[in-house]
């Protein structure tokens, strides 16, 4: 509400407060609004393109790498692979639309959001209404599915609180199912272009990788498509690029695996090509290109165990019993397609906060502003800091999602495990570290004067490992010494490592498909994954992940899809009835196998996270199982009727 333009349709204009939802319904179409229309940009093809300068990837990468020499490269292949693959406009449809409840008390603002990222939400209100941080408080005890869509601060967060404090009331504001589309956000389209050359026995001679991808004309936002390119395979010759054009859409955002997921469909489809160009098994082609480090770096993985995912996976599959001929394989009058691809995601550890206490009754308190979005951070946090504190977890209480607690970053990038756990970690060790240490300098412990390296704590139990007759608990030791908690806060940074090593997840996943030949409907009855992503904290939690993640895959490639009305700019399936993503009838079996790999680098608590390397990869087997099931090679997601029976 800066000004009176208009930069795409389904912008906010204003909001009608009222005392009741039906009051605030009825007086809507009160409100009369005059447009003078202009020109829409909506074409990739003709909008205007940023600036070079404006277009940045995430984190450290450059906008555009060159490795050797891509010209020679490409003479020296013997055969090569040249095309464009293309992604089409997604919109993020949690369950939970965006919400927001904004109170004043005086001068202070608190906000109760789904979010995925409080302190993010807090300091974005605090600079916009020009506030003190202090005087923002942002709760979020549970993220109704976020998916990236919640990980900033959007416009409808600020209108509840400038209402809120027009009226001097507490304001609710939701968002419709059609308010979704355009307003916060989505993955935006990208048109990839993908040149791969190699030696007759597959060696990877030059690899070319250029993205374009839109944003709005808010902002110069990055779908960055091409990072995988740069550390995924060996290749002495190498360019990856990336730009942005602008349309009149709202402004794009992170959606599961941004960059990654897209990403990865040209990728692997080009490999799925090159592979068909060359006569060779998919797998051994990957093989034949295996990084054993960072090709665009130099530097050594943390740890690498895709080799191991691409073997589990297989052998789980059968793949070896693939006949490789498209069309070739038949369940009665259906088409079978096998395919299989890469996942990849960079594992990233952040800055944060945490502080755990142990109480006199030997119960303790661990809280961290972190947030729940589904992926069972509750549950992990939990156990990260019962495993530290030598309790069982339903004596340890984990609490999260508020900016008056110590501050960690946004749930998002698969950090969150590896980021807010590590604190989580630290500090549980350095209370119990303090405890043991009370216990050692008390006179009247079973503990005194013994070496602080000898003790051992178990169900909240203190007691020599030399000599375990000889403890005490938690709560005795506390209680007899005033009955003050034991807290301790560990603000955890990165270490060197993470300049020194390249940290990545790694996956397989191979895909079944059945096409009928006669109206070209897929059916996916089974998919099978492999990934490593460090250290295992639950299993069950983390295979939920993957699993969701496959599941996501299975829409990205075959049902999603925004459209837009390219004259006015309207989203024009802007509701679940139209907007289609995958359901439970959609979903055959996904065997999810999780290899379990040691990773001294990436963190003290050796995790990666997994919550988006399921998507990566996903989109590009099942295309690559269509291809092998019907011979038609779709380059343009999403993979409909008409460009199977076309």
Not at 8 to 29: F, K, M, S, W
Not at 587 to 608: F, Q, S, W
Request: hydrophobic content about 35%; proline content about 7%.
């Amino acid at each position: 509400l800066q000004d009176d333009r208009v930069f795409y349709n389904g912008q906010p204009i204003g909001i009608v407060v009222a005392d009741t939802l039906e009051h605030a319904r009825a007086a809507v179409p009160l409100v009369r609004t005059s447009y003078a229309t202009t020109h829409a940009e909506l074409d990739m093809a003709t909008g205007p393109k940023a600036p070079p300068e404006n277009v940045h990837p995430t984190g450290d990468e450059p906008r555009a790498t060159t490795r050797g020499d891509i010209d020679a490269g490409l003479r020296d292949a013997a055969v090569r692979v040249d095309h464009t693959y293309t992604t089409p406009f997604e919109t993020h449809n949690p369950m939970e639309p965006h919400n927001t409840v904004a109170v004043w008390e005086g001068s202070k603002l608190t906000l109760y959001d789904s979010t995925q990222g409080v302190f993010g939400v807090r300091s974005t209100v605090a600079r916009t209404f020009s506030m003190q941080p202090e005087d923002v408080r942002v709760l979020s005890p549970f993220t109704g599915g976020g998916f990236g869509s919640k990980g900033g601060a959007w416009s409808h967060v600020m209108l509840a609180a400038m209402a809120a404090r027009q009226t001097g009331r507490p304001v609710k504001l939701v968002l419709t199912r059609r308010q979704m589309f355009g307003p916060v956000g989505g993955r935006p389209r990208t048109v990839q272009h993908v040149t791969l050359g190699a030696t007759s026995d597959g060696q990877l001679t030059a690899i070319r990788h250029t993205s374009t991808s839109n944003s709005s004309m808010l902002e110069d936002w990055l779908e960055p498509s091409a990072l995988q390119t740069r550390m995924l395979y060996t290749s002495p010759n190498a360019v990856t690029d990336h730009a942005i054009v602008r349309l009149n859409v709202g402004s794009p955002t992170f959606m599961r695996a941004p960059g990654e997921s897209t990403g990865t469909y040209a990728l692997e489809s080009a490999m799925d090509e090159l592979a068909v160009a060359l006569d060779m098994d998919p797998v051994a082609l990957r093989l034949r290109n295996y990084a054993e480090h960072d090709p665009q770096s130099g530097k050594p993985w943390s740890s690498k165990s895709l080799r191991e995912c691409y073997q589990i996976a297989t052998e789980r599959f059968g793949w070896s019993k693939r006949n490789p001929m498209p069309r070739s394989m038949r369940d009665g009058r259906m088409l079978v397609g096998w395919g299989m691809a890469t996942a990849t995601y960079p594992a990233r550890t952040l800055a944060s906060s945490t502080s755990a206490t142990i109480l006199p009754d030997g119960n303790a308190w661990v809280r961290a502003g972190t947030q729940e979005i589904g992926c069972g951070t509750y549950t992990i946090m939990t156990q990260i800091a019962a495993d530290a504190l030598g309790l069982p977890p339903e004596r340890v209480r984990f609490e999260l999602g508020d900016t008056d607690m110590p501050p960690a970053p946004v749930s998002a990038g698969s950090m969150t495990a590896a980021s807010a756990g590590t604190s989580v970690y630290k500090s549980a060790l350095a209370a119990r570290q303090k405890v043991i240490r009370m216990a050692i300098a008390d006179a009247q412990s079973p503990l005194h004067g013994a070496s602080e390296a000898d003790v051992r704590v178990e169900n909240g139990r203190m007691s020599l490992a030399s000599s375990p007759s000889r403890g005490e608990t938690y709560s005795a030791l506390i209680t007899r010494n005033g009955g003050t908690p034991i807290e301790a806060r560990v603000d955890s940074t990165p270490g060197p490592e993470q300049k020194e090593y390249s940290m990545h997840s790694f996956g397989a996943i191979l895909t079944e498909v059945h096409v009928d030949p006669d109206v070209g409907e897929i059916r996916v009855p089974r998919i099978v994954t492999a990934h490593a992503v460090g250290r295992v904290l639950n299993s069950r939690t983390l295979q939920s992940q993957i699993i969701g993640g496959v599941v996501w895959g299975i829409g990205m490639a075959l049902l999603e899809e925004t459209l837009i009305d390219p004259h006015m700019g309207r989203y024009v399936n802007s509701d679940l009835a139209e907007y289609q993503v995958p359901v439970n009838a959609d979903i055959g079996t996904i065997d999810a196998t999780l290899v379990d790999e040691h990773d001294a680098y990436v963190n003290p608590i050796g995790v990666k996270g997994g919550g988006e390397i399921g998507i990566t990869g996903a989109a590009a087997s099942l295309a690559n199982a269509v291809y092998h099931a019907t011979g038609k090679r779709v380059r343009d997601l999403p993979i409909t009727l008409d460009k199977i029976l076309g």
